[in-house]
């Protein structure tokens, strides 16, 4: 049994929608650690 066309289409929407948010939630902890790495803060991790 296929599943219907509608559901199709959100499961790749749903798939698109978490990876933008992985992605943008990681360029933005990487935006902050290069942002606060010169004012002092040390990140040993990452």
Same mark, same amino acid.
Do not use: Y
């Given at each position: ?10 499961? +790749?929407?749903? +798939?698109?929608?978490w #990876?933008? !948010? +992985?992605? /943008? /939630? +990681?360029?933005?902890?990487? #935006? !902050?650690?290069?942002?606060?790495? /010169?004012?002092?803060? @040390?990140? @040993?991790? @990452?």
């Amino acid at each position: 049994m296929e599943k219907p066309e509608s559901e199709k289409k959100s499961a +790749v929407s749903d +798939v698109g929608a978490w #990876a933008m !948010n +992985v992605i /943008s /939630s +990681v360029g933005i902890i990487m #935006a !902050n650690k290069q942002l606060m790495s /010169s004012s002092g803060f @040390g990140f @040993g991790f @990452g």
